[in-house]
């Protein structure tokens, strides 16, 4: 799980990094790191997947992070399935691998969200 872990950190940063410049340039004041994590608690969706339910929108691509990953074989990302039901797992893995791709993100992201508003507020706290 620590591959998607950090694809998913590294994901979100960019998002929040490409928003605060988008802010900058466009001079759209008053949203802060924090205020997109916050946001990203509530809706991710915009940032890991598009309406076909792929983030690479590449099979082959997706089934590199899978496999890079060992995804498949991975004790703690079946554990994350199986919060959700017995069968979401192999449900979503009949999807294809673009599809478990972007649903183990999803999984991940209130925590990695969490974790990354902690080190803000810790940050802040110093």
Not at 10 to 31: A, F, P, S, T, V
Not at 99 to 111: F, M, N, Q, S
Request: charged share 35%; net charge negative; glycine share 4%.
């Amino acid at each position: 799980m620590e591959h998607y872990t950090k694809l998913c950190r590294d994901i979100i940063l960019e998002h929040i990094n490409d928003r605060l410049q988008y802010n900058k340039i466009n001079n759209i004041n008053g949203e802060s790191r924090d205020d997109i994590l916050a946001e990203l608690l509530e809706d991710t969706e915009d940032i890991f997947g598009n309406i076909s339910g792929s983030r690479t929108c590449n099979t082959w691509e997706a089934e590199q992070e899978l496999y890079e990953a060992r995804a498949i074989f991975d004790d703690e990302i079946r554990e994350l399935f199986e919060e959700l039901g017995d069968d979401y797992f192999t449900i979503t893995l009949e999807r294809g691998p673009e599809t478990l791709d972007v649903v183990i993100l999803e999984l991940l992201a209130p925590r990695v969200v969490s974790e990354l508003k902690n080190e803000i507020n810790n940050k802040v706290e110093v």
